[in-house]
């Protein structure tokens, strides 16, 4: 190791989250996270949701530290640990001439590294936060580490933080393989297709709430298969047949057949949920309000428009087929759910704003201008739910995981290996 201990050298990489289409809920094994069944996701554009994760070593650095959105989080638990051993184990020799640095492989077992990360999303309100945290967490210090595996074998890696964490190291689809070995060497994600081969679809989220959810994923899951009679059903029956229908219908881009086992998967996902023994609520009645507002339009067209998933929370993610259809179902969207008359749209609509251009809406007396939906019963009085919805996030599929090499992005100060 270089002599002197002022130098501090640092990584910055970008990592986005996912939504699986076909979900992951239940564990064979707790300690490494191997499911109890395959599941397939798409990766959502992290110019819209991601996790930035600056990581940092110095001789100088006491201990493993960890900041978090602006907070100290402990690094103490099994998860970060276990995330933490594996990649010291894997570590090589780093060598920086310029600033006179030089790490050998077996230095990496006394050197202690500083991880400061920020999520540009709700964290643990089911938006898969943890998914994007952990994986940025795993790629940031794999790269400053100098680990040579590829993203395969760092996500087998990432999976024993976060279990979905193993999807985001790809863009694009991709499959989380289950695995049948003891040790989970063969449970890792594979990309299916990358974020070009399907780029026409639109997504948007509905951010019902951006709260802390009561029950979180991990004793949801332990409960869920502990309780109850549907998840093993689903796991042993269902499951496998609809990852060879999603992977066919993804390959073709079919997206009636996309649509329809989305939808059908999240609503298992959910009864079982309620199967569970006390019942796990995740949605909200805005959830199913946002269900039923899907479900007619589709049912109107005769052909599904829009796919809908929910992980464990009540925030809706909706799939549409093309940019015109996702004009559509903003539109509806805003009519049923407007905004306060205080919000300011630009707070209420985010990511990619072009798509409320393309619904005609410019600002909020737009909103107020829009007509029912035409698959609403003329005799039916249509009831609006202001306020019931935070803010929608418009995005597409994105990348996998990138290095941001421009210094100025790193959330560490390389003077002293604190958060700036």
């Known amino acids: 190791m270089a002599a002197g201990k002022n130098w501090v050298l640092t990584v910055t990489a970008q990592t986005p989250t996912n939504i699986a289409v076909i979900k992951y809920w239940g564990k064979r094994d707790e300690d490494l996270i191997l499911p109890i069944n395959d599941s397939i996701s798409v990766t959502l554009d992290p110019d819209h949701l991601c996790t930035t994760t600056s990581v940092a070593v110095s ?15 402990p690094l103490s638990g099994v998860r970060y640990q276990n995330c933490l051993k594996e990649l010291r184990s894997l570590a090589n020799d780093v060598e920086e001439e310029e600033k006179g640095i030089k790490i050998s492989k077996k230095d990496w077992e006394k050197l202690h590294v500083h991880i400061v990360s920020y999520n540009n999303f709700p964290t643990a309100a089911g938006l898969a936060s943890s998914a994007a945290g952990l994986a940025c967490l795993v790629f940031s210090l794999a790269k400053l580490m100098n680990v040579k595996e590829d993203n395969s074998r760092l996500s087998a890696i990432a999976r024993q933080g976060s279990g979905s964490a193993c999807r985001s190291l790809y863009g694009g689809f991709v499959k989380w393989i289950m695995g049948k070995e003891e040790n989970g060497s063969d449970s890792i994600a594979v990309q299916l297709a990358d974020e070009k081969h399907w780029d026409d679809l639109v997504i948007i989220i509905v951010v019902v709430s951006s709260r802390q959810k009561e029950t979180s994923s991990t004793s949801g899951m332990r409960e869920t298969v502990e309780t109850s009679a549907l998840i093993q059903h689903r ?139 035409p698959e609403i019963e003329d005799n039916i009085p249509s009831q609006k739910y202001r306020g019931d919805v935070s803010y929608f996030i418009c995005t597409r599929p994105g990348r996998g995981p990138v290095v941001l090499s421009d210094e100025s992005r790193s959330l560490i100060n390389p003077e002293t290996g604190l958060p700036k």
Request: proline share 7%; net charge negative; hydrophobic share 40%.
């Open 59 to 73: 001789p100088a650095f006491t201990h493993d530290r960890m900041w978090l959105n602006g907070k100290e989080v």
């Open 235 to 373: 796991a042993k029956e269902v499951v496998p047949k609809r990852i060879i229908q999603m992977e066919e219908a993804t390959k073709n881009r079919d997206f009636p057949a996309f649509s329809r086992l989305a939808c059908a998967d999240s609503n298992q996902f959910h009864a079982v949920c309620l199967d569970t023994l006390p019942p796990i609520f995740y949605m909200k009645d805005t959830s199913h309000r946002i269900i039923s507002c899907v479900e007619k339009w589709n049912r109107f067209e005769g052909t599904p428009q829009v796919a809908y998933t929910f992980d464990a929370g009540p925030n809706a993610v909706l799939i549409s087929h093309n940019r015109k259809t996702a004009a559509q179902l903003l539109q509806r969207l805003l009519f049923y759910f407007p905004p306060q008359s205080e919000a300011d749209l630009n707070s209420y609509v985010i990511g990619d704003k072009s798509i409320l251009q393309d619904a005609g809406i410019q600002d909020l007396k737009d909103i107020e201008a829009l007509s029912p939906p």
